[in-house]
């Protein structure tokens, strides 16, 4: 088997390459990302393997079908980016369902304690020999209320991490699983109750149709004064304006963020050198009280491995047997 694997970036190529040479099967890494001018580089292949920002609408579908490449294998859990219902029937759609929630978790909670203890100002003052406390008074996390939004894999996991901390932990699924409430430290609650009880949000859904735009100008009005909101799942969840507005208005605390709605042109890559063309993105990472981080979260060796495993494996079951479990199907 022959995979196309696109948006190739150094820290993919040594479990990939591991996993590929126990399966038989040959990877060619393209350091581009796949979208309608870059597809014709799937030619001859039986399968591409892709990332969050590859473009894979219905245009690069039908080009990748037409070569006779049989899967799109996503090295993600999410799939907002595949064009699912024009691929179903035609071309298989894998991914990657799991691969280290404790991955994502863990950095969602290092992004929080980093912004309400201060610690990305205090880092640049030492090493400025400035050992003044003057301003990096933060807040002790026990006692206080987190709004999980989405308590599936990561959810479950960051919501076991705040209770390590004796936080009080607000849910809000839409398929909210009773047994975590069982447990005694979770309570399911209306999105605006959370919205309106916690101090911290922590946005652990998929982007999908309903949750576009979750926060947006009207669910921060919602919120309560200084509210720490942290996003680690995906960009679009949050309307970057409106969060925008509301950091300057005061209404928000403190934003952490792994994921833009816009990051697709600018985030993997170094843009040191350029002028960056977005404005909110620009101004959100000029404000003291915001931290932006690259689509990192899932960034951990054992994150890695776990990708490289299962995407080969979905490969070589699906092309063994014809089917594999980790198929992504449309669901009108
Ligand atoms: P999961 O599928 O295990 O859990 C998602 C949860 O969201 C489920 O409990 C589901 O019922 C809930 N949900 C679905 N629609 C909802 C709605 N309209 N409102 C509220 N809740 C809703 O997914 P997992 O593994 O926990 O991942 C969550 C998200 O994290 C992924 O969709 C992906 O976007 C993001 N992610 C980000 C990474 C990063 O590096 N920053 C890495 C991996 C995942």
């Known amino acids: 088997m022959k995979i196309a ?28 990302r796949l979208n309608e001018d870059t597809v014709e580089l799937a030619h ?7 990332f969050v920002n590859d473009t894979v609408n219905a245009a690069v579908i039908d080009r990748l079908i037409s070569f006779g490449v049989k899967a799109i294998a996503l090295r993600c859990a999410g799939f907002n980016n595949v064009d699912v219902k024009h691929a179903e029937g035609k ?47 933060g807040f002790d996390l026990h006692g206080k209320t987190v709004g999980i939004i ?41 999105l605006d109750t ?10 652990h859904c998929p982007l999908t149709e309903d949750t576009y735009h979750i926060i947006d100008e009207a669910a921060l009005a919602k919120c309560r004064t200084g509210v720490v909101l942290l996003n680690t799942s995906r ?5 970057a304006e409106a969060l925008l507005s509301a950091i300057k208005a005061r209404r ?11 990051e697709g042109d600018l985030f993997f ?13 620009a101004r959100l990472i000029s404000m003291p009280n915001v931290i932006v981080t690259s689509h990192q979260a899932f960034l951990t060796k054992e994150a890695l491995e776990n990708i490289a495993e299962t995407t080969i494996g979905n490969l070589l079951t699906l092309f063994d047997t014809g089917k594999c479990e980790n198929e992504v199907h449309y669901n009108a």
């Open 235 to 239: 960009g679009a969840l949050v309307d």
């Open 194 to 203: 959370l919205l309106a009880e916690s101090e911290i949000i922590s946005l």
């Open 269 to 281: 890559e170094d843009n040191s050198g350029h002028i960056l063309e977005d404005d909110t993105l």
């Open 91 to 137: 071309i298989a759609v894998l991914r990657v369902p799991a691969y280290s929630p404790y991955a994502v978790a863990e950095h969602t909670m290092a992004l929080l304690l980093t912004s309400i203890r201060r610690i990305h100002k205090a880092y640049i003052r030492s090493r400025d020999f400035n050992f003044s406390l003057a301003g990096l008074t």
């Open 5 to 32: 694997f696109f948006d190739a970036k150094k820290y993919d190529t040594p479990a990939f390459n591991e996993y590929a040479e126990m399966g038989g099967v040959t990877v060619k890494y393209f350091e581009t």
């Open 44 to 50: 001859g292949f039986d399968a591409v393997c892709v």
């Open 150 to 190: 989405g308590t599936g894999r990561i959810g479950r996991v960051f919501a076991h991490i705040c209770e390590g901390f004796g936080m009080h932990i607000l849910a809000y699924d839409r398929y909210p699983d009773m047994s975590l409430e069982k447990s005694g430290s979770v309570r399911y609650v209306p």
């Open 252 to 262: 928000v605390g403190a934003a952490c963020l792994d994921v833009y709605e816009e």
